[in-house]
């Protein structure tokens, strides 16, 4: 065999210690080279062009771990989605063993255009428009400060408070969980999450991975001055064919009653954060639980407020679920002052009524959207499943050409400058 023949390729792997399954890299990646099953997520080889465009925005750094390998020998996506730690990086003796000529290079991988760069709408992405990059004035944010590797270990907190926050229904149930941290420290700000650790192991006897939950709390705690945190947790209790499930996180979180312990790791997050500037407009565009970090920063808002130090930044929530009765913190929204927070809810399953969607409420509400897409103090704000993203993007590119704004210039405008924020799973 010619030596030269073998390829040697830098391979993408992504970190199982360290990774908290968030979905960013997946969401973010422009090729669909990366997939998930229950436990990991992978990168195929076949399809990864090393563009890098999931590595700034891992929460982790588990996304930017690389090994040298023989192209013929590069690990399949069912080899990665059965581990529990990275393979070591092969020695040149190895690499020789398998017919790698001492001291070949990687070969330099294809590099592709972004979707978006092609016309057409078939070509939209809508996660190339999301900033990685936080507003110019947040404050700093403590990312990693536990967790199972490379961060000291996990952290422990106590169960204060746990009261379910829609009407109970058939096939969901959302809580508000207050967790405590007692004297350790652990800073915070709005916009970041952190893991829950489950108890236990799963079906294969290992311990089970932690779930990413975004922080529904202010900076300065669920109770004000209290070294706490609070978050919103959905548990399905069945699917779409109506059989019963019960999530190992969620249905644990849901369960949990004063007094129990978690086991926490994180914070995590450095660039889904709120603008510190007091006359900086506030655009949050969320469905379900993804209500969290907007919960978290209307209620720092409203706290800058009653103490005196907030100017009058606008700050706008469009708030989509099913139904009223599925949709977190209904009661306690109404009751917010109407010249605090202008709020726009809607409803896709409501008996009797068209179905709507926040983007169609967008779109009612383009003679408003329009001034702020422009004004460079306006930050955007997107959080829920997966399947919104393209419509908000979509409604946010409509209402910039009805009102003659370029879109190209203000999409790019908005990632650069940490303007536009996409969070969905």
Not at 36 to 51: L, Q
Not at 230 to 248: A, C
């Amino acid at each position: 065999m010619d030596l030269s023949d073998i390829q040697v390729i830098r391979q993408h792997l992504i970190d199982p210690e360290i990774c908290i399954r968030c979905n960013t890299c997946e969401a973010t990646c422009p090729v669909a080279a990366i997939t998930h099953d229950s436990r990991n997520y992978v990168v195929d080889a076949d399809k990864c062009n090393a563009c890098m465009a999931c590595i700034s925005p891992c929460p982790t750094g588990s996304i930017d771990n690389w090994r040298t390998v023989p192209r013929p020998k590069a690990y399949s996506t069912a080899e990665q989605l059965g581990w529990d730690e990275l393979p070591a990086e092969l020695s040149p003796e190895q690499l020789a063993e398998q017919g790698v000529a001492v001291g070949a290079e990687p070969m330099p991988e294809a590099v592709v255009s972004l979707p978006g760069a092609v016309s057409g709408e078939a070509a939209f992405n809508s996660a190339q428009y999301g900033a990685t990059v936080p507003p110019w004035s947040a404050a700093h944010a403590y990312t990693n400060l536990y967790g199972a590797k490379g961060a000291g270990k996990t952290i422990t907190a106590t169960v204060t408070g746990n009261v379910r926050v829609t009407e109970v229904g058939r096939d969901y149930d959302t809580h508000h969980i207050v967790l405590d941290f007692g004297a350790s420290p652990f800073p915070v700000l709005e916009g970041q999450s952190i893991g829950i650790v489950p108890p236990g192991v799963d079906a294969a006897g290992r311990p089970h991975h932690a779930r990413q939950y975004s922080l529904a709390s202010a900076r300065n705690g669920e109770r004000p001055g209290y070294n706490n945190i609070s978050l919103t947790i959905k548990r399905v209790l069945e699917d779409h064919q109506g059989n019963p499930v019960r999530g190992v996180a969620s249905n644990y979180m849901c369960d949990l009653q004063v007094g129990d312990k978690v086991e926490v790791i994180g914070p995590f997050g450095a660039s889904f954060l709120m603008p510190n500037h007091p006359r900086s407009n506030i655009v949050m565009i969320c469905t379900g639980t993804g209500s969290a970090p907007m919960r978290a920063m209307t209620e720092w808002r409203r706290r800058l407020r009653k103490s005196g130090k907030f100017e009058g930044g606008k700050l706008i929530l469009f708030f989509g679920a099913r139904t009223k009765e599925e949709l977190p913190y209904f009661g306690p929204l109404q009751n917010l002052p109407k010249d605090f927070i202008d709020i726009h809810f809607a409803f896709s399953r409501t008996p009797g009524q068209p179905k709507r969607y926040v983007q169609d409420v967008m779109r009612d509400r383009a003679a408003d959207l329009a001034p702020l897409l422009a004004d460079p103090s306006t930050y955007f704000y997107v959080c829920g499943l997966k399947s919104m993203e393209e419509g908000v993007v979509l409604a946010l590119r409509d209402v910039a050409q009805q009102a003659g704004l370029s879109w190209e210039t203000l999409g790019a405008a908005l990632k650069k400058d940490g303007r536009l924020h996409l969070e969905t799973y």
